[in-house]
C-alpha cells in the first residue's frame, strides 16, 4: 500500500489532503470533550453530614444520629466509621473503606437510604478530596440579608435543574428564636435617653454589671447586680422594665420601644469585607467545568439588584489558571522538541516531519476520550506533554534512516520504502512494549488512581493512533519535502 502511495504523486497529495481533513475534524471535535482538571486526588473516605432545626432537643438529635449510623452498618464495604454530635450539626466520617470500593455508587446507595429521614433532619455527603472539586460553590455578594436569602433560594432551584448535582445546600443556619428591641429614638431622646445609655440601662438590669470585687478564701469573686429572675423572666415583665431617665424619671420599657419576635442568622459570613451566602451542590457522574458551563445560563436568568452578584469558587479559577499553565508547558515542550530535532538534523524541514506524529498522537487522545466519555483531566495533560517527547521517536528513526540510505546512492523512493520495511519491527516492538509497561496503570487504585489511570490512557491511544498513521504520513511528508 505504502509503495503504491509513494509511486503515484497523486495519491501522495491524496493522503496529505486526507490528513487535512482529519485535523480540520479534529479542530471541530477537540471543543466537544470537556476538561475537568480539578478531579485529580480522590480521599478515602467520605462525610455524612446531619442538618438538624435549631433550638431541637438534643435527645431527637442523637436519635436522628443514630439511624444514620445503623443506615451506614448496614453497607459491608465500610470498614470503619466514627460520629461527632456537636449542637445542632452531627457528623459521621467513614474513616475507611475495603479495598476496590466504588465511593461513588457506596454514597449514592446510602443517600437512597437516607431519603426517609431527609423529613427529620437536611442530610448531604461530602467526599474527602484535596482540592475540593467534587463541590460546585456558588458565593453571593450584597449587603441585605434578606435579599441575599431570596437570590439563594433561586441559585439553588436552578442548580436542582442541573443532571448531575446532589446535595444542594444553602449556607443558611437557621436561627434561635429571638425578641428584638426597637428604640424609638425620637422618644427616647425627648427623655434625655440615648440609644447607648438605653442600651446600657437594660444590659445592667437584665444580664447584670460588676459592682465591685470581694475576695473569699484568698478567691477574688465578682459581684454582679441585676434584677431577680421572677423580675425577668416573662416577656410582660420586659415590657414593664422601669429605667432611669437622666433628669431622675422613671419610664417603662414599653414607653420608648416596640419588642417584636423574630429569628435571627445562625451566622453571617463575609468575605474581603461583603457579606455573602454561599449555595453548594456535589457533584456526581459530571465534572466541574461540564457542571459550571450547564449553570451559567440559569443563573443569568436571576435578576440580581444592583450591588449584588456571584462568583464561582476560587479552586475553579485557580483550576482554570492551572489549566493555562500545563497547556503552556505543552507548547513549550513541542518547541523545545523542535530546537534539538533541528540541530540534530541540521534542517528546518526535517524536524517538522518529524513532529507531524504529534498531531496524529492527538487523533488518538481526542478519540479516547470522546469513545470512553472522559473528561481532559490533568493526567490526559501530563500524559500528552509525555506523548510528544515519545511519540517523535518513530519519525526519527525512520527520518534518520532514510537520509542514511539516500547517502548511499538509493533514489528517493527507494530510500523511503526500504527504511520502513527496516524499522517497522523495532518501532512496533517499542510501541508495544510501551504500551503493555502502561497497562497496569490503567487499572491503578488509590488516592491518584485518576491521575495514573488518565495518563496511561492518554499514552497507550496517542502511541498506538501515531504508530499507524505515522508510518504513512511521514513518509509522504518526505517525498513532498525532498523533492522540493
Given amino acids: 500500500k505504502l509503495v503504491s502511495i509513494l509511486r503515484n504523486p497523486k495519491k501522495i497529495f491524496l493522503e496529505l489532503g486526507i490528513l487535512s481533513f482529519v485535523l480540520l475534524f479534529l479542530a471541530f471535535v477537540f471543543p466537544k470533550v470537556h476538561t475537568n482538571i480539578g478531579d485529580m486526588k480522590e480521599g478515602e473516605g467520605f462525610v455524612i453530614n446531619i442538618q438538624a432545626k435549631p433550638g431541637i432537643k438534643f435527645s431527637i438529635i442523637k436519635e436522628i444520629t443514630a439511624k444514620v449510623e445503623d443506615v451506614v452498618k448496614q453497607e459491608k464495604q465500610i470498614i470503619s466509621f466514627s460520629s461527632n454530635i456537636k449542637g445542632w450539626s452531627p457528623k459521621i466520617e467513614v474513616n475507611s473503606l475495603k479495598k476496590g470500593a466504588n465511593q461513588i455508587k457506596l454514597i449514592k446507595n446510602l443517600r437512597k437510604k437516607s431519603m426517609p429521614l431527609q423529613s427529620e433532619a437536611f ?143 445562625g451566622r453571617i459570613l463575609r468575605k474581603n469585607k461583603y457579606r455573602m451566602m454561599h449555595v453548594s451542590a456535589t457533584l456526581e457522574g459530571i465534572s466541574l467545568d461540564r457542571a459550571i458551563e450547564q449553570i451559567t445560563p440559569l443563573l443569568k436568568e436571576i435578576k440580581f439588584p444592583k450591588g449584588y452578584y456571584y462568583l464561582f469558587d476560587e479552586k475553579y479559577y485557580s483550576a482554570v489558571e492551572g489549566r493555562k499553565e500545563m497547556i503552556l508547558s505543552a507548547v513549550i515542550t513541542i518547541l523545545l522538541i523542535y530546537i534539538v530535532l533541528a540541530a540534530m538534523f541540521e534542517s528546518y524541514s526535517a524536524p517538522l516531519i518529524i513532529m507531524s506524529s504529534i498531531p496524529l498522537a492527538l487523533i488518538g487522545v481526542l478519540l479516547m476520550c470522546l469513545v470512553l466519555n472522559r473528561d481532559i483531566q490533568l493526567g490526559t495533560i501530563i500524559g500528552f506533554i509525555l506523548l510528544s517527547g515519545v511519540v517523535v521517536n518513530t519519525g526519527t528513526v525512520l527520518i534518520d534512516t532514510m537520509n542514511s540510505l539516500r547517502t548511499k546512492g538509493k533514489g528517493l523512493i527507494n530510500s523511503i520504502i526500504y527504511a520502513c520495511r527496516m524499522r517497522f519491527r523495532p518501532i512496533l516492538a517499542t510501541t508495544i512494549t510501551s504500551i503493555l509497561g502502561l497497562m497496569p496503570m490503567i487499572f491503578a487504585s488509590g488516592s491518584n488512581d485518576s491521575l495514573w489511570s488518565n495518563l496511561a490512557l492518554t499514552v497507550i491511544a496517542g502511541l498506538s493512533v501515531s504508530f499507524f498513521l505515522t508510518l504513512f504520513v511521514a513518509p509522504c511528508f518526505y517525498l513532498v519535502l525532498a523533492k522540493k
Fill in 123 to 265: 442530610i448531604y455527603f461530602e467526599q474527602n478530596q484535596k482540592n475540593k472539586t467534587k463541590e460546585l460553590l456558588v458565593e453571593i455578594y450584597g449587603y441585605d440579608y434578606d435579599n441575599l436569602k431570596i437570590i439563594s433560594g433561586e441559585i439553588s432551584n436552578k442548580f436542582n435543574k442541573v443532571q448531575g448535582l446532589c446535595d444542594v445546600k444553602v449556607s443558611i443556619v437557621e436561627g434561635v428564636p429571638e425578641w428584638n428591641i426597637i428604640i424609638n429614638k425620637d422618644v427616647a431622646s425627648s427623655f434625655g435617653m440615648t440609644l447607648k445609655y438605653v442600651a446600657d440601662s437594660i444590659h445592667a438590669k437584665i444580664r447584670g454589671m460588676r459592682a465591685t470585687k470581694m475576695y473569699s478564701h484568698g478567691k477574688e469573686k465578682e459581684l454582679v447586680v441585676r434584677f431577680q429572675e421572677q423580675d425577668r423572666d416573662d416577656l410582660k415583665k420586659i415590657r414593664a422594665l422601669p429605667l432611669t431617665t437622666p433628669s431622675g424619671f422613671t419610664v417603662t420599657l414599653e414607653q420608648i420601644s416596640d419588642i417584636k419576635f423574630s429569628t435571627g442568622p
